[in-house]
């Protein structure tokens, strides 16, 4: 048998909670995750936008200025005024060798002067590259004045080169509000990535990173690093900004979603003790109610707080409606399981009796075994006198008794009997009832509150009845009705067993009576023949003749010793034949024995019953054989001591064997036992009723004569 797992609520809701709080702290930080990512992202988004702005600023600075250049460098006089151009620093005129010739405008820390040699300079290099097809060149290095970011711009002249630098302080100027305004550091570099100027402080870097967009750390400040090459320029724009900076935003989300997450599992933690102490532990409460419940402990009390919830107060309900149901069903079952024990021992109490008295005893002890039931009485029913009467009662009183014990078959409780229909009356039914079955004051008297009558029936007659009373339970409940009713069937039964047995009884005694008449008249009738027999041989002088009524009278004896057992015996169908066969013995002996010369008889013989019709042939055999020893053994010239020995023995399977030998002359050699031409009737009747009883007939002639009989009796002792 298999069984299903058992869950705990209270765990699968602390395990409900749990994964809630995991997910949410996963979705937490998988947001912080994302919105780190997309920070950074969106930070990058706008320092290439920032590279962009700076690109665009830078050229259209330089844009401007050139053009005011190529207008200066197109106006024929020389002396034209230079201060249109106000944001060079410098602008000075060389020959083709490369060495300035005048000077016309000069920064005050600008190192150059009439006769300075440009020749190696990367200005010359600039200059170099003007044709026909690039009139204006311009270029951005750090210039060798003063080692500064500048914009060198340069055009041919009548003799030989203008040049003009370009300051860059509104540009670096520039530079550094987008810097400050971004919190970042803005770097101009060449392809190489070597920096040529940055908008901050110096820093302690002189070549760029070779990755495009990366994190570095200077001065023990982490920055992310962007870096996009500018064509327009010819150089390379990095931006620098600070880590801390780019996530100060998610700092703030994030110590916010700290503070959230926080929050939330504490909320969770509030739930969690909420839901416990709301709801698991009523539950828990009130399960650990329903485990200790037991059918026979008062109804569990569950705490009015924890009733206040409407499933808790509907499960209580349910619970209480279903334990006091099984309540009721085990008060039922073991009811019934009494009931039947009562019943199993009142069948085998009846079962092992067969006298009335002790039966109706049994039952009513039985009935009185019911749970409520005090006091009672059995009725049996004479229909040939026409009355009812009690035969046995219990806890009932005197008084009660005087008036209740025989009841004619016209008064209303004898009609309720012979109805056979029970009934029940319970509290006030019982002294005002339409049946007339107990009067007001008899009922008060003995304090009934309820009263079965339930009639024993047999063969569809009643027989008697079964009154039992209670003084303390005001119902007889369904069960205990069917028990008396089955109990009644079942006493039903046994009463006319009983009865049968008695009729049973009383016809075999009246049979035995009859027997034993019938065989004393047949011992008598035999006697009076033996009698006439005797008066017939004082008339017969022949002495073969009387020899003959002697050997007759001696049989019919021995027929007439039979009915005389049979009438002194308890059993008429079988007979002690050892006894038997003593007494015969002794009579044969006593007639033929002389005193002069006295035959032993002894008899070893075992006790055998056999029925009359193996008796009969049996004692004629045993006679014939016996009277044939006394009579002719011991025949002159034969002498000695006289000895006939007779054995019987009886075994299991019911075989006899009877032996009777004698030590006399011996039977003569021809003659044969039983054989039809045997000119005796004496050995033709031994061998006839041998074959009657179908017995095997053995006769030995060594040392006198020995029969054996041995045939297959009906009853052994």
Same mark, same amino acid.
């Not at 971004?182 to 070549?207: F, Q």
């Not at 009390?301 to 409606?321: C, G, K, N, Q, T």
């Not at 009579?631 to 006289?642: D, L, N, R, V």
């Given at each position: ?25 996963? #979705?937490?930080?998988?947001? #912080? ?67 300035? !010739? ?99 402080? &110096? ?5 760029? /990173?070779?990755?495009?967009? !990366? ?5 023990? *400040? ?36 700290? =503070? ?7 909320? *969770? ?33 569950? /705490? ?7 499933? *808790? ?8 409606? +279903? ?14 399981? +009494? ?14 009796? @067969? ?56 008064? /209303? ?17 019982? %002294? ?44 007889? @409940? ?13 006493? $039903? ?20 009576? =009859? ?61 002690? #034949? ?11 002996? %006593? ?33 014939? *054989? ?10 002159? /010239? ?27 002359? $011996? ?8 054989? &039809? ?6 050995? @033709? ?19 006198? !004569?020995?029969?054996?009989?041995? #045939? ?6």
């Amino acid at each position: 048998m298999s069984f299903k797992k058992i869950y705990s609520i209270r765990a699968i809701f602390a395990v409900f909670e749990g994964v809630t709080l995991f997910l949410a702290v996963l #979705f937490v930080i998988i947001l #912080f995750v994302l919105l780190g990512r997309q920070i950074r992202a969106s930070y990058l988004k706008s320092q290439a936008r920032e590279i962009d702005r700076i690109e665009s600023t830078m050229m259209d600075y330089i844009k401007d200025n050139r053009e005011l250049f190529t207008v200066y460098a197109g106006m024929a006089d020389r002396g034209a005024p230079a201060d249109l151009l106000t944001s060079f620093s410098d602008l000075y005129f060389c020959d083709s060798s490369f060495v300035l !010739t005048r000077v016309v405008k000069r920064e005050r820390s600008s190192p150059i002067f009439p006769g300075y040699d440009l020749g190696r300079s990367r200005v010359a290099e600039m200059l170099a590259k003007i044709d026909a097809s690039r009139p204006v060149v311009s270029a951005m290095f750090r210039s060798s004045e003063d080692e500064r970011l500048s914009v060198y711009v340069g055009a041919r002249s009548m003799y030989g080169y203008i040049v003009g630098r370009i300051g860059t302080d509104p540009l670096q100027a520039a530079l550094r509000r987008i810097a400050d305004y971004s919190g970042s550091i803005v770097i101009i570099a060449t392809g190489e990535g070597y920096i040529i100027s940055n908008s901050g402080e &110096p820093l302690h870097l002189h070549i760029l /990173p070779g990755e495009r967009v !990366t994190e570095v750390k200077l001065g023990g *400040i982490d920055y992310l690093y962007m870096r996009k090459r500018s064509g327009a320029l010819g150089k390379d724009i990095a931006i620098l900004t600070p880590v801390s900076t780019v996530y100060a935003l998610l700092g703030v989300v994030e110590r916010r979603g700290r =503070l959230f997450i926080m929050l939330f599992a504490l909320i *969770i933690i509030a739930k969690i003790v909420g839901q416990t102490m709301l709801l698991i532990r009523p539950f828990g409460r009130f399960s650990a109610l329903i485990r200790r419940w037991e059918p026979d402990a008062p109804p569990a009390e569950v /705490p009015p707080e924890f009733l206040r919830y409407e499933e *808790i107060s509907a499960l209580y309900r349910s619970f209480s409606d +279903k334990s006091e149901q099984i309540r009721d069903a085990v008060s039922a079952l073991r009811e019934s399981e +009494k009931l039947l024990e009562i019943q199993r021992d009142l069948g085998m109490a009846l079962g092992s009796t @067969s006298e009335l008295g002790p039966a109706l005893d049994a039952m009513l002890e039985a009935a009185l075994r019911i749970d409520g039931m005090d006091s009672g009485g059995i009725y049996l029913v004479d229909e040939e006198a026409g009355f009812v009467e009690l035969a046995c009662s219990a806890g009932l009183s005197s008084s009660f008794l005087d008036s209740s014990t025989r009841y004619g078959m016209d008064s /209303p409780n004898a009609r309720v009997v012979m109805e056979g229909w029970p009934v029940y009356l319970e509290g006030d039914q019982i %002294s005002v009832n339409s049946l007339g079955l107990m009067r007001g004051d008899a009922a008060a008297g003995e304090g009934f509150r309820s009263l079965a009558v339930v009639p024993i029936r047999h063969m569809g007659r009643s027989i008697a009845c079964v009154n039992v009373a209670s003084m303390s339970s005001p119902r007889i @409940s369904q069960g205990k009705r069917d028990a008396l009713e089955s109990m009644a069937s079942i006493l $039903g039964n046994v009463i006319a067993r009983i009865r049968h047995q008695e009729r049973v009884t009383a016809s075999l005694r009246e049979k035995e009576i =009859l027997l034993k008449e019938i065989h004393h008249r047949v011992k008598n009738n035999f006697q009076i023949i033996i009698s006439l027999l005797n008066l017939q041989s004082m008339n017969i002088q022949s002495e073969e003749l009387q020899q003959r009524f002697n050997d007759s009278r001696n049989s019919i004896r021995a027929m007439a010793l039979i009915h005389e057992k049979l009438y002194q015996s308890d059993d008429f169908a079988r007979i002690d #034949f050892s006894a038997y066969l003593k007494t015969l013995t002794t009579e044969l002996c %006593s007639i033929y024995a002389s005193p002069a010369k006295p035959v032993a008889c002894r008899l070893d013989v075992e006790r055998v019953n056999l029925s009359i019709d193996l008796a009969i042939p049996c004692s004629l055999i045993v006679n014939e *054989i016996l009277s044939n020893s006394l009579k002719y053994a011991f025949s002159p /010239p034969w002498e000695g001591s006289p000895e006939i020995l007779l054995r019987m023995t009886g075994k299991d399977d019911g075989e006899v064997k009877i032996e009777i030998s004698d030590n006399g002359i $011996g039977m003569p050699a021809g003659r044969d036992v039983g054989a &039809p031409d045997s000119d005796t009737l004496g050995l @033709s009747l031994i061998g006839l009723l041998a074959r009657q009883i179908k017995a095997t007939l053995r006769l030995d002639r060594d040392g006198g !004569t020995r029969y054996t009989i041995v #045939f297959r009796g009906n009853g052994q002792a």
